[in-house]
């Protein structure tokens, strides 16, 4: 081998090592930074730097444990009558709320589709978007009204497109039935594909068997 493609093999070899490294990193930070825009007032308001010895990281972490100990409590509250009833009152006072109640809704059915498999959507479906050839996942909310059939001329579904990884955003279009390919899958595998961005399946792939075993795989010869 020439010395030449040696070092460009090597490069290329240590460019994926690191990249993905580098990535992270970067993601990590710039989510300890959104985090901390929420934990510094709780820190400088219930002064906890005093119960850490003026240690500010120290009085962070208390503060990101705690925060995640009061939800774990409301969520277990919220699987109990107590919890349903207290919860359920908010809930309708939110849906009498103008504009608020569509935001609530909206995200709160997005959240209950990524852990719960009850779910109002009617299935998933792929839409050829914004092109043909290339498929979108998209939730059947339910067919549209009599109004934009009778533009239409024909029987429309109501389908919301999620952006990937912010479902709650998203477009809703409304497609003739032969344009609406439902297929075999939960909300919940659905939604999870959207916020991972694909990546929340677990790969099938039989080159996966070969790597894990080290043996040499074709695709790194081409």
Partial sequence: MKLSDA?????????????????????????????????NPIVEGTRLTQYTANIEVAAQ???AVLILLAITTLGY???RSIGQHLFGNIGRVVNIIPL???IYASVRQVATS?????TNYDGVALVEYPREG????GLVTGDAPPSMEAVAEEE????????SPNPTAG???????????KIDMSVRRGMRLVVTTGMGEESESPLLPELENGEKNDIVDT
């Fill in 7 to 39: 070092l460009k093999n090597s490069f290329l070899s240590g460019l994926i090592l690191i990249t993905p490294l580098v990535v992270t990193v970067l993601v990590l930070r710039v989510l300890v930074n959104w985090s901390l825009i929420f934990l």
């Fill in 61 to 63: 972490v208390l503060a």
């Fill in 77 to 79: 509250l919220a699987q």
């Fill in 100 to 102: 608020v109640n569509t």
């Fill in 114 to 118: 990524l852990v719960e498999r009850k």
């Fill in 134 to 137: 290339v498929y979108a996942i």
């Fill in 156 to 163: 429309l579904y109501a389908v919301f497109l999620p952006h």
């Fill in 171 to 181: 477009r809703l279009l409304y497609l003739p039935e032969d344009e609406v390919h």
